[in-house]
């Protein structure tokens, strides 16, 4: 009754925040203020101790992402106050301790923190200046772990291995370009490293951590991924997930470490493969599938070769970890669920929800549903996104629609629970996600379908998209807006310079104006990753011609630009550059930009004052509403 009572009594607190906490849609519909619609909760990044004592999770219930403890009595005690939150953690095996990465403002110089799980005491693990430090693995005994970071150039990262008892560090994979830790044997001999040449290709290298030496594991020609690999039971392979097969679809394969040869255990399925892993015995295998952007868990008992029952949800499950030889726990959620942590017992079929998001007074039947729909682009190769219609809407009404461009470009829109679209839908408007050539989910082929020159070829499905919308009665050309963060944002300036009579309206955040600059001004571990997906810097040419700052006098839609000072990934020379260009030749544009974030949003306030502009800045441009009291700030 406890975690009952704490939660309604939040439910209590958020709906004292607004001065118009609820606005009346009809006589049985009730639509809460934007303010109150943010205060709804996210719990996600289960973990598990090993003797399934400890149990800890992620949630943004003070405002960012903070780590907390769930007690035996389920009272959630938070643990960390970093004033920006934390980027990821860590817990050992004992669950004593945990390792926690924190950066400010959003700058990404992420360091290391040492958190006591029972008292929330932390101490510092690394003090680095302008470097970042990720992807912390324990050893077995919990007596050190291994990280990635780029604290000798800057550029490069390498793997280092520090003790707990004494802070001593030490390198253990050096290589030029961008590497990392991916998993370490039980007996602390040996480290699976990885480096990533680009995106879209890696390597993995069996480490020696007594002498340093390395094995390259994955001998490959052209594009492959080898993610996710767990040491086997046997000691003598490993498994993990690849797509360097005919398919070009993530599969789950065996990797033989005498002979390297990789056996596909997946010879037939279209669907890809994300996220295995092993149990701590390593008799348990479980995995997700992409089931056109859905997460499906699957289970095996790697002993009897028998599949497992598997959780009865029906949405997006990730983060899966396994609690004992018998349970899993995993994130939990779908377009009406807000993310949560959950644990399935797979002996006894015994579903536990662990924790439970505020909804902030929210009906989640009121909310809205996607469709998967599917159709042709200019070339005929089938495009699918999600379409999100306001209750009561059909084809016909010709409602306003939002073009809703995700980032990567190397991802996927998937269909979680995404608080924005689910207010922009239940105030009336449509939108449409898609997911383009270049997507993740759909295979290497599909993938790479975007790559350097053929970087118009994605935006071209934007326009099929939009017209399709038109097609099907769904919308008319003067009342789609497109909005995009990242990749997205450039997206969403490439489809206002390109196709100027589809659009009445643009929001770019954090999105790329020049290639050029961008690549020039990128964080320098980034360069390489990127200029394999873009193009290099040699053919300046080009990227200037797919630029969208480079025809700026072509966009006549009105455009709302949001960035972040901190910006590492795409500084915020980008946000200026357009806005200045646009303005100097006439164009409406206006900007928001927030000194304490980086690449994205992340702060409730700052949350709050972006959308209030976005939404007041649709509203103004699609149905011609005038924003009440101001912008919001």
Known sequence: MRLRQWVASMVLAGLTLGTQAWAQKSDSAYIPDLEIFMQIGANASPQVSRDGTVRCFTS?????????????????????????????????????????????????????????????????????????????????????????SNEVNGTDFHVFEMEIATRKTRPVFVQEGFNGPTTVSKDGKWLIAAWYPSNVNNDLFLVNLADGKSELLTAHEGNAEYNSPNLAGDGQSVYLLSNANPSGVMRRARLDLKTKVLQFLDTTSMWEVEGLTLSDDRSKMAWIVNEDGYGRVKLLDLKTSQNLPVPPLDGMIGSVSFDGPDAIVFTFSSPADPSDCWRWNFRTQKLEQWTFAIMAGIDKATLVRPQLVKFPSFDSLQISGFLYLPPGAKKGDKIPFIMDAHGGPESQFRPGFIRNIQYLALNGYGILALNPRGSSGYGKEFTDMDNYKDRWKSVKDYEMAARWLIDQGYAAPNKIAIKGGSYGGYMTLAALTTNPDLYAAGVDEVGIANFVTFLKNTAPYRRALRESEYGPLADSAFLLEISPVTHVSKITAPLLIIHGENDPRVPVGEARQMAKAISERGGVVDTLIFPDEGHGVGKRANILVAYRRIVDFLNEQLIGKKPAGGTGQ
């Not at 970093?82 to 817990?91: N, P, Q």
């Not at 669950?95 to 924190?102: E, P």
């Open 60 to 148: 943004s219930m003070s405002g960012v992402s903070q780590l907390y403890r769930k007690d035996p009595n389920g009272w959630p005690w938070q643990l960390t106050l970093f004033s920006d939150g934390i980027d990821f953690y860590a817990l050992s095996y004992d669950g004593r301790s945990a390792i926690v990465g924190a950066a400010i403002g959003g700058s990404e110089q992420t360091n290391l923190y040492l958190i006591d799980i029972r008292t929330g005491r932390f101490q510092a693990l690394t003090d680095l200046k302008g470097k970042q430090v990720a992807d912390p693995m324990w050893s077995d005994d919990d007596s050190r772990f291994y990280y990635r």
